[in-house]
C-alpha cells in the first residue's frame, strides 16, 4: 500500500545512453513532480503536473522530459546521458497542503 | 539573496535540549510554508505546515515571521531519533508549480546521547 512508487530504485548506465524512471501514486492527488537532489544534498525542483499543465523549471536542460500515461502516473525520460546527472531523483505528489515523496532513485552515469 | 536560506549545521544538541533554527526566505509574496525532515538516504517527509499564527505538534513548534520573511522550527526535549537534516519549503505568488517552490539546502541536526 505505498502511497508513491519508484522504479528503479537504483540505476547504473553508461553515458550516452536513454533511460527512464517510473514513477506512481495512489494517493489520488492532482499533481505530481520530480526533484533532482544531487552531492551536495540540494533538492532542486524538475517539473510539475497535474492533468492540465506542465510547468518546468528553466534550468532543466531538454534532454529530461516527463510523461504522464494517466493520473497516477508522472514517468521522467532522459536522453543522452551525461556524467552531471548522477543523482537521487524523487517523484511526488500533493494535494494541495504538502508533498508526498516516492523512495528514490539513484542514478548514476558511468 | 538566494531565495531560501537556511544555515547548514551541523548542529549539536545533546538530548533533551532544546533546539530551534531558522529559514529565511527573499520573496514577499510568499504563500505557503513547510518543514519537511529528511533521513539520511531517505526521502523527505512531511513534518508540519507553518501557518501565520504559529502551530505546535507534540515537541514541534513551527512559527512565521511575515515582517521578517522567516520561519523557524523549534523542537523540545530533543531526542536521539530527531538526528536528521530539516528542510524548509516555500511556496510563492504562483502557487505549488515548479516555477513557485523551493526547498532550502536543509539544516543538518545532531542528537547526542
Known amino acids: 500500500d505505498t502511497a508513491v512508487s519508484q522504479t528503479p530504485k537504483y540505476l547504473v548506465t553508461q553515458m550516452g545512453n536513454d533511460k527512464s524512471i517510473k514513477c506512481e501514486q495512489n494517493?489520488?492527488?492532482?499533481?505530481m513532480y520530480w526533484y533532482k537532489q544531487d552531492s551536495k544534498k540540494f533538492l532542486k525542483i524538475m517539473f510539475s503536473?497535474?492533468?492540465?499543465?506542465?510547468?518546468i523549471n528553466e534550468t532543466v536542460p531538454n534532454r529530461f522530459s516527463p510523461k504522464s500515461p494517466d493520473k497516477a502516473h508522472l514517468n521522467l525520460h532522459i536522453n543522452s546521458l551525461e556524467l552531471g546527472d548522477s543523482a537521487v531523483y524523487f517523484c511526488?505528489?500533493?494535494?494541495?497542503?504538502?508533498?508526498?515523496f516516492g523512495p528514490g532513485t539513484r542514478l548514476t552515469v558511468l | 539573496r538566494k531565495e531560501v536560506e537556511q544555515d547548514p549545521g551541523p548542529f549539536n544538541v545533546p538530548e533533551g535540549a532544546t533546539v530551534a533554527f531558522n529559514c529565511t526566505y527573499s520573496?514577499?509574496?510568499?504563500?505557503?510554508f513547510f518543514w519537511y525532515r529528511q533521513d539520511c538516504r531517505k526521502e523527505p517527509k512531511l513534518l508540519m505546515s507553518?501557518?501565520?499564527s504559529g502551530n505546535e505538534d507534540g515537541r514541534f513548534t513551527a512559527q512565521l515571521n511575515r515582517a521578517s520573511q522567516y520561519i523557524s522550527l523549534l523542537i523540545r526535549d530533543s531526542k536521539l531519533s530527531d538526528s536528521a537534516t530539516y528542510l524548509c519549503?516555500?511556496?510563492?505568488?504562483?502557487?505549488?508549480?515548479?516555477?513557485?517552490?523551493?526547498f532550502g539546502k536543509g539544516t543538518h541536526l545532531i542528537i547526542q546521547p
Open positions: 511526488a505528489s500533493s494535494a494541495g497542503r504538502g508533498q508526498f
Open positions: 494517493l489520488g492527488h492532482d499533481t
Open positions: 503536473y497535474n492533468n492540465k499543465e506542465l510547468i
Open positions: 520573496n514577499s509574496a510568499s504563500q505557503s
Open positions: 507553518v501557518y501565520s
Open positions: 519549503v516555500v511556496i510563492g505568488y504562483s502557487g505549488g508549480g515548479a516555477d513557485g517552490l523551493t
